[in-house]
């Protein structure tokens, strides 16, 4: 730490807490169930895909999983880039 | 009635070899047999740690295939007539070491020893699995570090679900061993307290081993740190830690340097 910052109280956070909380959320996560939650988002991927490629043509690497796991709600989000749609009979 | 002990922890450095070294020298020095089992296939580092590198002939997979009686293979200590050591192998495949053979050997250290002691190695594959399938208490070995709980968590679950005491019903008696142990940062808040490494993997405390250069001195020496320097912090630590393992009932300390006046007229010179 700066002088600066020792004379003037901590200018960081301390990190253990950090380490805490980030360590009781992942291990809660992890505990309900070996390999449980990746099934779950390789299905959820899998079927959400079935239902939009019945309507418009998806090319799978233009699909992204993203998940932020959180203390009580975790956050599944599935960005899929779709092609303009052109309505048929004027190509 | 022997007692098998397993030393786990998942990660690889944390401390579990050195701690098998020092647990089963403290426990041999009260004139128990003890034997301390290394299970890690193809890198062997037990006999280095205790000092026997040059004394190896035989190993685990020579007595598992036949080649040699277990009698052969256990090299006994040079300092505590006590306390043997059963070698791993340092080249061979892998996949020697069988379910049956692990169990054949297993029984027989029972009935020759009040102690077995087998050092894990790293991982959560065949040869940790082999090495805790037999035990009746585990010894998680843990750096207040995250990816060391992390690991040690899922060893947790591994020793709950995969032992032969698990599978009959049972449950492994387990331990923390937390080590490498910081105390004055962790007051500062740059390490994870004991209380926090307690909460979340919510196994009772064995000991608490404080970080100290003594360590490295007793690997660099080839001894155990409980009989390289005994008076030394982690040597207390580990000593107290293996009455525990007795039974005894003793209130958890972090030892801490003797700071006596001969202590420091003489400090380096022992």
């Known amino acids: 730490m700066s002088l600066f910052g020792s004379l003037f109280g901590r200018a960081t956070k301390t990190s253990a807490p950090v380490a805490r909380d980030r360590l009781q959320i992942l291990l809660a996560h992890e505990r309900t169930g070996e390999g449980y939650e990746s099934d779950l988002l390789s299905k959820l991927q899998a079927e959400i895909l079935q239902v939009i490629k019945r309507h418009i043509p998806v090319d799978q690497e233009k699909v992204q999983v993203k998940l932020d796991r959180g203390n009580s709600v975790s956050m599944l989000e599935i960005d899929i880039e779709v092609p303009q749609i052109r309505t048929p009979g004027h190509p | 009635m022997a007692k098998v002990l397993v ?102 250290l029972r009935e020759k020893f009040d102690w077995v002691i087998c050092d894990s190695p790293a991982g959560i594959e065949r040869g940790a699995q082999l090495a805790m399938y037999h035990a009746d208490h585990a010894i998680v070995v843990t750096n207040p570090e995250v990816s060391s709980v992390r690991d040690s968590d899922r060893i947790i679950g591994m020793l709950d679900s995969t032992t032969e005491k698990a599978k009959g019903g049972g449950k492994i008696e387990k331990h923390l061993l937390l080590t490498r142990y910081d105390p004055a940062r962790a007051a500062r808040g740059e390490m994870l307290r004991i209380e926090d490494v307690l909460e979340i993997l919510s196994i009772p405390l064995l000991g608490i081993i404080p970080e100290s250069e003594e360590v490295l001195r007793a690997s660099n020496l080839g001894a155990p740190v409980t009989l390289s320097s005994p008076d030394s912090p982690p040597a207390r630590a580990y000593a107290e830690a293996a009455r525990r393992l007795e039974g005894e009932k003793l209130e958890i300390t972090v030892p801490t340097e003797r700071k006596g006046l001969l202590a420091r007229l003489f400090k380096g010179k022992s």
């Open chain 2, 7 to 108: 030393v786990t922890s998942g990660k690889g450095g944390v401390g579990k070899t050195t701690s098998t070294a020092a647990l089963g020298a403290a426990l041999a020095q009260t004139g128990q047999n003890v034997v301390v089992v290394d299970f890690d296939v193809g890198l062997r580092n037990l006999d280095l740690v205790m000092g026997a590198e040059r004394r190896v002939v035989f190993d685990l997979i020579n007595v598992i295939q036949g080649d040699a009686k277990l009698s052969q293979a256990l090299i006994r200590d040079k300092r505590i007539e006590t306390l043997s050591i059963l070698p791993a192998s340092q080249t061979r495949d892998k996949d020697a070491l069988t379910a049956e053979g692990v169990a054949r050997v297993m029984q027989e």
